[in-house]
């Protein structure tokens, strides 16, 4: 059974930085990535990373978030710095499996205030 447990989420001021992690577990992975919906909006991609290494951002994320994963421990995560007030939401981590399958996360939120 594939679980996606995500973790790091929290309150944080303007201009701050977060660490998102997300423990993969009863799979292998080919994408792993996040994404956000904020109340009242779609569902939009924030970035996903593919075995290969190769990356691929939203733009209102580029130059501010990084993905990155630790295969040994099959978990990627999300260095989200110079937070602003829309990148409130809740932050989803998805997975996608060699047969294009995807699962999904329970979701953490993160909240940009002062």
């Known amino acids: 059974q594939v679980q996606l447990v995500e973790s790091g989420g929290g309150l944080v001021q303007p201009g701050g930085s977060l660490r998102l992690s997300c423990a993969a577990s009863?799979?292998?992975?080919?994408?792993m990535g996040w994404y956000r919906q904020a109340p009242g909006k779609q569902r939009e991609l924030v970035a996903n990373i593919a075995r290969g290494g190769s990356t691929i951002y939203g733009d209102s994320v580029k130059g501010r978030f990084t993905i990155s994963r630790d295969y040994s421990k099959n978990t990627v995560y999300l260095q989200m710095n110079s937070l602003k007030f829309e990148d409130t939401a809740v932050y989803y981590c998805s997975a996608e499996d060699w047969v294009r399958r995807d699962y999904w996360g329970q979701g953490t939120q993160v909240t940009v205030s002062s």
């Open positions: 009863g799979g292998i992975f080919n994408v």
